[in-house]
């Protein structure tokens, strides 16, 4: 591995080296790096003194960490701007043709841009960060343990080579300087919102959190490294004039695939639908460990988050029924509609998150119903109920047909993924991500929404009847 990237080190010193030499990319970056913690550093004293003025209480601990964060997340946008022109910026000023007819190999010359782009980054950040915890701690305002200054760089870290990463896939995709900055609005801000959840995360002081956020993080920009290597090509670099967006031909493409050879619906479902489904056998087995994960780790939540004795207490469970239950009525028949809207509106968020994110969030959004039935499963197993009783009654009726259908619609996400970071060859990365939305369109429309509007009606005319029959009394 050392010996195939080597050479790719040629192509990041000539880089790094001409990053340094110019005053106009360092003037700029060194002037945030300074000034940034120093303005943080100003604004959060005065900001406590302000609240301690009016009797208002703020923890050090839940201002300073978002701050250090910020200190170190600014000069990575800044630093975004030479991993933007990695190959566009060298096209428009026509001196990428000598690097291209290099002897180093696709996969080197990626390499060597991206590192390029990164160790100036990574610098930047190390440094205003290192600078603004040696201003706080000189002033004595805040003293952070050394654990908490390791997870706020190593977000910084993940954050820069996730940023970075997208950038050189952006830069290496794109026929100008131009449409790669409009481009880069969609790494920044996701990014932004990002920042502020790890930040909650950080006052939050869960550990386990994020440990599995820098996890994922680390695989999307993993995947992101993998789709810019999978999708170069130096030829096509060279000679991609300008971007064309024909919808027409594009809409006739999508339904030509979707419907394959097939003359009939019968034909279709046991053709195309059929050869699609053989692909997701893979990653619906990934979907289902994440869930299994999800329904563990809900359950062990439920000694966290205790639910009020009032809501669920062993006085109200006798024999194992829970009384006055008859009395309650669960969902309208005219709510069957609500019930499939909001499976849908979950599916939806799975996909564009997933979009986002190659699949890896989607796997979250699609864990977080299990998550929940495994901390209610625990909650009535603690008040006196049978958790496998509760099961069979309240999930079992519709979860029969829902939970195959998450898991049908997850695998479908991460299908889409897989089809954008492994393309066949020849394959650009437009056409790739129009295979893979066939094939998700293709699962939706025949097996996930018929599942979901039989799981709809048998959770509004079934499963309340089935509780009400089991634990009514």
């Given at each position: 591995?050392?010996?195939r ?35 943080m550093?100003y604004a ?17 601990d ?26 566009v ?26 590192l390029?782009?990164?160790i ?5 950040s ?6 603004y ?31 970075v ?82 919808l ?32 997701m ?42 009384e ?8 309208e ?13 979950t ?18 959004v ?13 909650t ?51 056409s ?8 998700w ?21 079934v ?6 029959w089991?634990?009514?009394g």
């Amino acid at each position: 591995m050392w010996l195939r990237l080597r050479p790719a080190l040629v192509v990041t010193r000539r880089e790094v080296r001409d990053h340094f030499r110019d005053w106009r990319i360092m003037g700029p970056m060194l002037l945030l790096v300074v000034m940034l913690p120093l303005f943080m550093n100003y604004a959060s004293t005065r900001f406590l003194s302000f609240a301690d003025r009016y009797g208002a209480h703020v923890e050090a601990d839940q201002i300073f960490p978002f701050l250090l964060m910020v200190v170190g997340f600014f000069p990575v946008t800044v630093a975004l701007v030479l991993a933007l022109e990695s190959f566009v910026g060298e096209k428009e000023r026509r001196s990428i043709e000598p690097l291209l007819s290099s002897p180093l190999s696709d996969s080197q010359l990626y390499y060597g841009k991206l590192l390029a782009a990164l160790i100036p980054a990574l610098m930047a950040s190390y440094l205003g960060m290192a600078l603004y915890l040696v201003w706080v701690y000189l002033q004595g305002v805040w003293q952070p343990s050394g654990v908490l200054v390791l997870q706020i760089f190593a977000i910084a870290t993940t954050n820069s080579l996730l940023m970075v990463s997208g950038a050189v896939v952006v830069s290496s995709q794109t026929t100008s300087m131009r449409a790669a900055n409009l481009l880069a609005v969609f790494i920044i801000l996701p990014m932004a919102v990002l920042l502020q959840a790890e930040s909650a995360v950080i006052v939050w002081a869960n550990e386990f959190v994020l440990f599995w956020t820098l996890v994922g993080e680390a695989v999307i920009a993993f995947l992101l490294i993998r789709i810019g290597i999978a999708h170069f090509n130096r030829e096509e670099l060279v000679s991609r004039e300008f971007d064309s967006f024909d919808l027409r031909a594009g809409v006739a493409l999508f339904w030509k695939d979707f419907r394959g050879e097939a003359d009939t619906p019968w034909a279709w479902y046991r053709s195309e639908l059929q050869k699609t489904f053989r692909n997701m056998r893979l990653p619906a087995l990934l979907v289902m460990v994440v869930s299994i994960g999800g329904l563990l780790l809900g359950a062990s939540l439920a000694d966290q988050f205790v639910v009020p004795a009032d809501l669920i207490s062993v006085e109200s469970i006798k024999n194992g029924a829970i009384e006055g239950l008859q009395n309650y009525r669960f969902f309208e028949d005219s709510n069957i509609l609500l019930v499939l809207m909001n499976n849908l509106r979950t599916v939806l968020i799975a996909t564009i998150v997933g979009l986002l994110s190659f699949g890896v969030l989607a796997l979250i959004v699609m864990a977080m119903p299990i998550l929940v039935i495994g901390f209610f499963t625990a909650t009535i197993a603690s008040a006196g109920l049978s958790p496998i009783l509760f099961l069979l009654a309240v999930v079992a009726p519709h979860g029969i047909l829902e939970i195959p259908a998450f898991i049908l619609a997850g695998a479908a996400i991460l299908r889409l993924g897989a089809k954008l970071a492994s393309p066949s060859p020849g394959q650009t990365m437009g056409s790739a991500w129009l295979s893979g939305m066939v094939d998700w369109a293709k699962i939706m429309v025949g097996l996930v929404l018929p599942l979901l509007i039989g799981a709809a009606i048998l959770e509004v005319l079934v499963t309340p009847r089935v509780v009400t029959w089991i634990f009514g009394g």
